[in-house]
């Protein structure tokens, strides 16, 4: 009643269109309240949180090429003759699903374009993935309330992977085949449900007639669902955890500096989308990647050199190529214990990968959130840690490649699978030695900054002949930013005997923790940072510095 | 008639005259000259073996041996007939310049005639395969299909999909097939060099090799039509896969850089 009488907007005259459009979608969706709870958030500037964006578009991409190939995708192993327009196949036999992978190639309008845009954004996908996670690891973004999206990250990237490998199977080339062979290879080496496991999958002898059907299915319906599901959760979480922070000057725990979503962060946003799509389709158009036609169609009798997964099973490839072929014969069964440890291995790793934020946080014991980010070297063990499985990462890789080191360095491949070997075990040993030792370094350096400032390079002469260097005191922001970190003290056991003289049982688990904590916060494993007294002596007493 | 006659006097005219005198009788006497090929005799033939005995006995006995019975440094010549000759000189890779894994390709130093006359000497110690005819290697009228399936079941294990090459164990190693002389393909196959199998007639026929051939030549030459861009050497996910990683996220990071460096300045309030 109140309103009706003297409504203020009316007598300016029409609302304009726009306005009303969102009058409307307000009332039915409630965009205004959901609008201003999110437009002004605030998101930090820096190169490496883009790295989840170059994922998050690359997805996207994928998502988009992948929907054209399906509209001319046959996924059949039904035998057919070859008839079209690649001459050195023509009227060979092949499954359907290589007929139409040659046929969007050749045939279809932008089809190769759009094959390559999939298959180049598939891999900088996972490796956008793998260097967002190294982000995260080595600046200790993984720390409470965060550890639930670093799983929802690991799993998107461990069914990235698999994804990445159904897709790699679905033309049925030679390359692909042997790509499934080999993994069918692993299944069977699981003692007792490894052969009833195979079975299952490939509806019987491999390769049967079924595979290529079966992957399709979970290369574009079952994995994309759930990842495109985790990928929703993680990005609710990052809006939910709101985004952390290099440490600096204004920036606590409890804020976050940086541009509102809108309008700053949409359109930066936007325009990467754009940039990203811009990169992959310009490589995709410089570069051919997969050329099935090259390389033939699967046939089980078939093999050729250089059979490679891509590069995110690379490890796994590495991890058989370096395993000595063990295997146990017993009352007629064989374990293929050369194929099975690596499998093993593999799973391992993973799941150590999918742990790590919960030990860490176990060895500290802290219970706090953490908004600001670690600079590496201020958790030497932890960047010790990352910096050893990354050698170890690559040892494998150079493994899984040990033929193309061979023919390219003129090497013998037995000599690098030696190498490979004995690497697997000392590289990652030596890397976080030095990597831990270059972290410490990299402290002292810091406190030597914070204490006596930064070496200007000026050399002065005073009056009785003494050359000193001159030293330019570091500025408040500087000196803020090089010790907001916290230093964390080792767990102690305490006492084991009480006042009464009665012992406690100390549990193993509890030792182990001590003997953590003391490794990644102990004596010699953290350079103190200087104190308000050391900085006040130094910078008061005798100016010389 | 009259042109001709108003020019007889051109100061080139003489040029022309002795120009065309010179090839009448060249052509002449190569119309009406004895065919000297049907002259080759037995005495040519062992002609052309006395040379390449003078030949061998400067550049391969030393590990051959003098008579091609072998060292311990050289396999024995007896029966390895005049295509592995033709296929080992020919190629470069004997003789050999130092022992190792395997022998590589290298820089041929003796001419054709030369190699000829190995190869007469090498095949007179022992019957063995002979250098093919054109007719043979030619790509020409190969089943281009046929050779990419017998490629693949045959050779594909060590040369690759599309013959670039792999490693073998200990060094040794299988060479990439571009540029290869389809004569020199043919004899490999026929002889077997070095690490390679051999595949005599009796197992892989004239026709089959022919038709490796011409796949060869339609998928690992000059005239190859590869579409979607660079080829990356070929080799498959560990080339494509470095080139994501340099090229595809090392330029998505540079932008991201470049975007983060390019902030929109706080207004002061």
Same mark, same amino acid.
């Given at each position: ?68 190939? #399906? ?100 033309? *049925? *080339? ?20 490894? #052969? ?98 090259? !390389? ?66 176990? $060895? ?10 670690? &600079? ?114 080792? $767990? ?54 | ?7 007889? &006097? ?62 311990? *440094? ?41 190699? *000829? ?94 038709? !490796? ?57």
């Amino acid at each position: 009643m109140s309103t009706t009488a003297s409504n203020p907007t009316r007598s300016r005259g029409k609302a304009p269109a726009g306005e009303k459009l969102a009058d409307w979608a307000d009332g039915r969706l409630g965009i205004y309240s959901l609008a201003k709870a999110n437009m002004r958030k605030i998101f930090p500037d820096h190169w490496s949180f883009m790295l989840g964006e170059v994922c998050l578009y690359s997805f996207l991409i994928i998502i988009l090429t992948g929907v054209y190939l #399906t509209l001319f995708f046959h996924p059949s192993m039904n035998e057919v003759v070859y008839h079209g327009s690649y001459v050195p196949l023509q009227g060979q036999l092949m499954s359907e699903a290589f007929n139409s992978t040659l046929h969007i190639s050749f045939e279809v309008r932008g089809g190769l374009l759009i094959r390559q845009i999939h298959h180049w954004a598939a891999l900088v996908f996972l490796a956008g993935m793998f260097v967002h996670m190294m982000r995260v690891f080595f600046t200790g973004a993984f720390r409470k309330p965060r550890e639930v999206n670093w799983l929802f990250g690991f799993l998107l990237f461990v069914l990235g992977m698999f994804t990445g490998f159904t897709g790699y199977s679905l033309p *049925d *080339d030679l390359l692909s085949g042997t790509g499934v062979r080999f993994m069918e290879g692993a299944i069977l080496s699981v003692p007792i449900i490894g #052969t009833y496991i195979s079975f299952f999958l490939f509806g019987g002898e491999f390769p049967g007639h079924d595979f290529v059907a079966r992957f399709y299915s979970i290369h574009i319906l079952l994995l994309p669902g759930i990842m495109l599901g985790l990928v929703v959760g993680h990005l609710i979480l990052v809006f939910y955890h709101k985004h952390t922070q290099f440490a600096g000057p204004g920036k606590t725990n409890n804020n976050v500096v940086g541009m509102p979503l809108l309008p700053v962060y949409m359109a930066k946003a936007g325009g990467f989308f754009f940039l990203v799509f811009g990169a992959i389709a310009a490589i995709a158009a410089i570069a051919q990647i997969n050329p099935i036609w090259a !390389i033939g169609p699967y046939r089980p009798d078939q093999v050729s050199t250089g059979a490679q997964p891509d590069w995110y099973m690379g490890m796994a490839e590495g991890l058989i190529r370096a395993m000595p072929g063990w295997e146990i014969n017993f009352w007629g069964h064989t374990l293929v214990l050369g194929v099975f440890i690596p499998l093993v291995l593999f799973g391992v790793v993973l799941i150590a990968i999918a742990l790590y934020p919960f030990i860490e946080a176990w $060895v500290t014991g802290d219970k706090r959130e953490h908004h600001i980010l670690d &600079r590496p070297r201020n958790a030497p063990t932890r960047t010790a840690f990352g910096a050893a499985w990354i050698a170890w990462y690559f040892v494998l890789l150079v493994g899984g490649g040990n033929d193309l080191w061979a023919t390219h360095f003129h090497l013998s491949i037995n000599a690098i699978t030696w190498f490979v070997r004995i690497a697997f075990f000392v590289v990652p040993v030596l890397t976080f030695i030095v990597t831990k030792r270059i972290c410490l370094s990299l402290q002292r350096r810091d406190r030597d900054k914070v204490l006596h400032g930064r070496e200007s390079g000026i050399i002065k002469r005073l009056p009785h002949g003494e050359f000193i260097e001159v030293h330019e005191p570091l500025s408040q922001e500087q000196l803020y930013t090089l010790t907001a970190h916290h230093q964390y003290e080792p $767990v102690e056991i305490g006492p084991t005997v009480d006042e009464n003289g009665v012992e406690r049982k100390v549990k193993g688990t509890e030792k182990l923790r001590a003997k953590l904590s003391r490794a990644y916060y102990g004596e010699g494993n953290q350079i103190a940072k200087p104190t308000v007294e050391e900085y006040k002596e130094i910078t008061s007493g005798h100016g010389h510095h | 008639m009259k042109k001709l006659s108003a020019r007889r &006097r051109h100061p080139l005219a003489a040029v022309v005259v002795l120009l065309l005198a010179l090839a009448a009788t060249g052509g002449l006497y190569t119309a009406f000259a004895p065919a000297s090929k049907a002259k080759a005799d037995e005495s040519a033939q062992s002609l052309t073996i006395e040379e390449g005995k003078k030949l061998y006995e400067v550049g391969c006995a030393s590990c051959h041996g003098a008579g091609g019975q072998g060292t311990t *440094d050289g396999p024995s010549l007896v029966g390895v007939g005049a295509a592995a000759v033709d296929f080992q000189v020919g190629t470069g890779r004997m003789p050999a310049q130092q022992p190792g894994a395997q022998v590589p390709r290298k820089k041929v130093i003796y001419t054709q005639a030369e190699i *000829d006359q190995l190869a007469a000497y090498i095949a007179s110690l022992g019957a063995g395969p002979s250098v093919p005819t054109k007719n043979q290697y030619s790509p020409e009228g190969a089943d281009i299909a046929k050779g990419g399936e017998l490629f693949r079941t045959n050779c594909a294990q060590c040369h690759n999909f599309t013959g670039k090459g792999g490693a073998l164990t200990h060094g040794k190693f299988a060479p990439d097939l571009e540029g290869v002389q389809p004569k020199h393909i043919y004899e490999a196959m026929q002889t077997g060099p070095q690490n390679m199998p051999s595949f005599p007639d009796t197992v892989m026929p004239e026709k089959a090799k022919k038709d !490796i051939i011409g796949y060869l030549n339609a998928v690992n030459s000059d005239q190859t039509k590869n579409p979607g861009g660079l080829e990356l050497g070929g080799l498959g996910p560990v080339s494509e896969g470095l080139f994501a990683w340099i090229f595809g996220l090392g330029a998505l990071v540079v932008v991201a850089v470049w975007v983060a460096a390019r902030t929109a300045k706080a207004k002061k309030s």
